[in-house]
């Protein structure tokens, strides 16, 4: 082993670190200055602006950065040499010479690419580990075959960096890949943001983590875009979004919204839960068209016609008048409340020309008396009636999306009897499959914001006038770090100032008075939110309801879906791609596949295989690149042992680090609590806790070192998509798993489990 190596590369990691504390220092330092200033001229104004801007974004990205900042060093043939880190970072020098790359930058990829059969111009590729500011391990690969120089590093260096982020003990919470991106994954991060791009694969595959690593890239790549418009990620539960939330804030990105669907409709929180018959139901494409039919049933006509007292006389307000002005409403294609005034006036116009019939009714058989002025006068007294206005909102009543969904789900119409009987529902707490009906609602009736809409316009006009002083000033000073990604191509980087990653629009959105919040927290607080780019994980869990809300949210259509129809666990998701997008891009979708399973050991790989095999006897799962030599553990138990047992096994199996999930149905979960005292449990439990309590779909997407599977039969008969519930739960390990049971095991496991205990 080369000290002088080593040597050489803990001065460079030891210097690097100082650049950073000098810039968190600096950023620190004009934050506070210029937030301590009291400003009233406005060019003073503009300039603590752009400096609060700019500093700000920059200080989030260092504090990010304390660990692992610089991973790896690329050593090209031609003699040019790059550090690889989390973010770029310059040197204080004149010609602001890069001391470490982006990852993302195209000069990085030969890092994730390269191989002895195409060496994409390297020499050498580096793992530099670090453990806080300390270099604890070089790994080289040498790439060009008939160099001869030697360093003492040399070895399979990817395989051992690879191998040892796989074998690391658990944290309950992921995180990022940086350090150890494969050739394919690679290629799906860097694709395009344009259209749809769907990544299937088998659990373990690393869809999850590349997923976000996807949109870190695209939010460097493509940041002019994306900062503006946002990116949303949307995920099965709240317990999967706090297991990824740090990846995307531990590669210096914020500006991304982490959701569930049940989460998307502001200012409704949904708690409630329902049978999975309901959930299903509810989630059928057929919903949409009962709401829209459910909103007509709500613009009626009299019968018999509505007496209205005014002034001059009784108003006859009848069906034929009623009929007549809600066909020319209907006319206008308009959402319901949005049409509703079209109604209205030709209601006002019809009842007014009766009363100008009776007022200025020629006995003698001539022309009506009253002239335009006149009538004109009567239309605004009719308009102005409380009387007129009562009938109006009786017949074409406006409505909120929360009204219609309550009414439709307290007396279902336009459906099947059985489903209507499975959602019928009277009150209580909205559900995550209410949230998508709400949304269709909400799209169905239209909200009547013109007013408030001209005027918030006219302010941002003016907000956005004053933003582009503040960048212009900006772009004179220009001063910092960071890549910019033009010239990252052309090897060297390049400051990233206010200018790159705010437009005058945004700029003028953050200084609004009233709002300084991120376009993550705009998007959550906005129904009509349309997003720069959106990705789905576990996406074939989505109800086509569920879709039809999301691709609401995403009208250029660019997205990422991830996912395994193997997996699917919710009687309202998808079995094909197909069938999903099929409706809104046809066959315009891009597939692809991932077919390394990097979580699971062979041995229990092969274990869950039998689950699937029993449906599917030609299946094959993603090939494990582990096998640990420890087989999965069966023990079979008598009824009123159970939780004992698992206790038992549980102190048998913790992992002396890491993380222990059982896996159980969730009727066990009340005395399995009691057994297991420190185990964490409930709906969102704390996944960092060292053992914790789950039913099979809260572990979807989640991984622990060990699992105990419980009661495997009636994990499996518990719902009709059971076998892909059992399957998601035995691959949850990254080193053993242990089944517990009473009674026989499940045929499709026997097999497996007697072969391996
Ligand atoms: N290139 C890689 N380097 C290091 N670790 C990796 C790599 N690819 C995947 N992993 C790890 O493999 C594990 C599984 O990844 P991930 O959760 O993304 O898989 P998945 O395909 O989403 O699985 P599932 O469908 O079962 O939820 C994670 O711990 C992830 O960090």
Known sequence: ??????????????????????????????????????????????????????????????????????????????????HMGRIGIRQNDAERTPLV???RAEIARPFYLATGHSPMGLRRRRHITTEGRTVTALHDEILDLTDTTRTGHEGSAADTVL??????????????????????????????????????????????????????????????????????????????????????????????????VGELFPGVTATGTDTAGAAEAKGRAA????????????????DPAVEIEHDDGTL??????????????????????LARPHFAFRIIDALTAQLADRIGYDPYGGPNFLGPDDIAQLGKAVALSGEVHEAIDALWPPLTPQQLVADFLAGPVHLP?????????????????????LDEAAELLGEDDSAARAAEEAERQQRIAYAQGVLDMAYASRTYEFEDKEDVDEDASEVLGAHDIVDAERMAERHEEADHRSTAERAAADRTWAFGHIIVDEAQELSAMAWRLLMRRSP???????????????????????????????????????????????????????????????????????????????????PDALARAVAETVADEAPRE????????????????????????GAAPDLTRSVVLLDPRQAKGLEFDTVVVVEPGRILAGSPRGANDLYVALTRATQHLAVVHTGALPACLREGLARAS
Request: aromatic share 6%; net charge negative; proline share 5%.
């Open 1 to 82: 082993m080369s000290t002088e190596e080593f040597q050489k590369e803990q001065e460079f990691i030891t210097g690097l670190y100082a650049r950073l504390d000098d810039l968190r220092e600096e950023a620190e330092a004009t934050v506070e200055s210029a937030l301590t200033q009291v400003e009233t001229g406005h060019q003073a104004k503009l300039e603590r602006d752009v400096l609060v801007a700019e500093q700000s974004g920059l200080l989030a990205a260092f504090n990010a950065e304390e660990s692992g900042l610089c991973f790896g060093r690329l050593d090209f043939q031609d003699g040019r040499q790059y």
């Open 101 to 103: 790359v982006d990852w």
């Open 163 to 260: 191998l040892a982020a796989l074998d690391a003990a658990r944290s309950g919470r992921m995180h990022d890949i940086v350090r150890t991106i494969q050739a394919g994954q690679d290629r799906i991060i860097r694709a395009s943001h344009q259209g749809v791009l769907v990544v299937e694969g088998g659990p373990g595959t690393g869809k999850t983590v590349v997923a976000l690593h996807r949109a870190a890239y695209l939010l460097y790549a493509y940041r002019d875009l994306l900062a503006r418009r946002g990116v949303l990620i949307v995920g099965p539960n709240p317990a999967f979004l706090s297991y990824i939330g740090e990846v995307l804030p531990s590669l210096g990105e914020t500006g991304v919204l982490l959701a569930t």
């Open 287 to 302: 919903m949409a068209d009962a709401l829209a039919r459910f909103v007509r049933d709500r613009q009626t006509v009299p």
């Open 316 to 337: 006859l307000l009848d069906r034929a008048m009623a009929e007549d002005a809600r066909a020319a409403a209907r006319q206008t294609g308009l959402p319901h409340n």
């Open 417 to 437: 009897d059985a489903d209507a009987r499975l959602i019928r529902r009277d009150g209580g707490a909205w559900t995550p499959a209410d949230v998508p009906l």
């Open 556 to 638: 250029t259509r660019s997205m990422t879906l991830v996912g395994d129809p193997a997996q699917t666990g919710d009687a309202a998701g998808c079995d094909s791609w197909q069938q999903i997008l099929g409706p809104y891009v046809g066959d315009r979708w891009a597939h692809t596949r991932l077919g390394v399973n990097y979580r699971t050991p062979a041995e229990i790989m092969e274990v869950a295989a039998g689950v699937r095999r029993a449906q599917d006897p030609a299946f094959e799962p993603p090939g494990s690149v582990r096998s640990t030599g420890v087989r999965p553990r069966a023990r079979a138990t008598e």
């Open 658 to 681: 890491g993380r222990l999930a059982v896996v159980a149905p969730r009727e066990l979960h009340g005395a399995l609590a009691v057994a297991l005292p420190g185990a964490a449990h």
